[in-house]
């Protein structure tokens, strides 16, 4: 029996659904949440010698699991670890960084022990979009211009040179006042000189030469396979996110990628070292794909979702067995992401994650999969 390793966050749909396809087609799944660290958990490694295997451990709920015995790891995504609840307000931090090198070296070690979807070094670098266009563009890709910047001047001499632009920042962030949450996505850039400086100066910005689309597509590549997915349409906001989730855009369709550009998408894992990805392309109207990141932990099975027929969860799960060196028996059905998630197994995976760190997303959980 194939054992799978996945490292993920409490009640992420992709880590659930995979658990219990994984356990539908003969394999077994240990779900290691690093944020249980320290007060839901302990963990150890161990180094015995220079010729015995290192050791590396769980203990959740009084059960101990060794990490290194799996056959196959996916880092999906992990969590900072926490501090628990009454701690110190100055013995927190120290907790949470200790907790968080501790479970970091944790993970780089089990890496180095067995095969892992996708390694924690490579990963880091491939995180990076500077690191992700330079690198598109060596092997063919198409790009657009783009600066990564908090220089007045130099942003002010790109717009000139480029406008229209948009503007995003590295990660997706949140405020929240007395009413809602605001989110800052994708926007057009407005001219720099308009701005106060010091606005600008505060935090770099990634900063592209607006491209005229037809859509937008997402296209997920693992074990030399490729799907691709047309998720905004010409009328589209300037952020798929946007479209898809706050807009309700429900116009997802299978699109057929170009053979050299699902060739060069298989060629980026390979030259950043990576087993997965998730592509994010816009089309222009000459019908050029240009290339705009690769997330090394995307989503993915919304696309299922949307496109029932794709049987997205079914090829990854089979995907992780091959290469823990299993098997998936002959009579083993097919799997559905809609039966998965609407599986009494969804509402049990769910329920028993339940943390005082996680409580307040219970009840949208079960909302979600009830």
């Known amino acids: 029996m194939t054992s799978v390793l996945i490292?993920?966050?409490?009640?992420d749909t992709h880590?659930?659904?995979?658990?219990?396809?994984?356990?539908?087609?003969?394999?077994?799944?240990?779900?290691?949440?690093?944020?249980?660290?320290?007060?839901?958990?302990?963990?150890?490694?161990?180094?015995?010698?220079?010729?015995?295997?290192?050791?590396?451990?769980?203990?959740?709920?009084?059960?101990?699991?060794?990490?290194?015995?799996?056959?196959?790891i996916w880092n999906r995504r992990r969590e900072r670890p926490l501090a628990p609840e009454g701690a110190s307000p100055h013995d927190a931090p120290v907790i949470e960084e200790e907790c968080l090198l501790h479970t970091e070296s944790m993970l780089f070690l089990l890496s180095k022990l067995v095969r892992t979807v996708n390694d924690p070094f490579a990963q880091r670098r491939a995180d990076r979009k500077?690191?992700?266009l330079h690198f598109a563009a060596s092997i063919g890709l198409k790009t657009v211009p783009t600066l990564f910047s908090n220089d007045v001047a130099e942003i002010s001499d790109f717009y000139d040179m480029h406008a229209p632009l948009v503007a995003k920042p590295h990660r997706q962030h949140g405020w929240r006042d007395e009413k809602k949450t605001y989110n800052e996505l994708?926007?057009?850039?407005?001219?720099?000189?308009?701005?106060d400086p010091k606005s600008i100066e505060l935090c770099p910005l990634i900063l592209q030469k607006k491209i005229v689309r037809v859509?937008?597509?997402?296209?997920?590549?693992f074990g030399g396979k490729v799907y691709a997915m047309r998720t905004v349409d010409e009328a589209g906001r300037l952020d798929?996110?946007?479209e898809s989730l706050v807009k309700g855009f429900d116009s997802f369709t299978v699109v057929d990628i170009p053979r050299d550009v699902a060739e060069l998408c298989n060629k980026y894992l390979r030259g950043m070292a990576i087993e997965f990805g998730a592509f994010d392309f816009i089309i222009d109207k000459a019908g050029d794909w240009f290339f705009l990141e690769c997330n090394e932990s995307g989503q993915f099975l919304y696309l299922e979702e949307k496109v029932p027929e794709l049987r997205l969860l079914d090829g990854f799960?089979?995907?992780?067995?091959?290469?823990?060196?299993?098997?998936?028996?002959?009579?083993a059905e097919e799997l559905c992401l809609a039966e998965v998630m609407s599986s009494n197994?969804?509402?049990s995976y769910n329920t028993d994650r339940l943390t005082h760190k996680n409580v307040s997303s219970l009840h949208l959980i079960v909302e979600s999969v009830a």
């Open 317 to 331: 799960c089979r995907w992780l067995i091959e290469i823990g060196g299993g098997l998936v028996p002959d009579d």
């Open 215 to 221: 859509m937008e597509v997402r296209v997920i590549a």
């Open 130 to 132: 500077a690191v992700q």
């Open 345 to 347: 197994a969804m509402l």
């Open 7 to 11: 490292i993920g966050m409490p009640y």
């Open 186 to 195: 994708t926007f057009d850039m407005p001219p720099p000189r308009t701005l």
């Open 240 to 242: 798929a996110r946007f």
């Open 15 to 72: 880590v659930a659904a995979v658990r219990i396809g994984l356990e539908r087609l003969g394999a077994s799944a240990y779900n290691w949440v690093t944020s249980d660290l320290p007060d839901f958990a302990t963990s150890t490694i161990h180094i015995p010698g220079p010729k015995a295997v290192p050791r590396v451990r769980v203990t959740h709920e009084g059960v101990t699991t060794d990490l290194h015995q799996f056959d196959v």
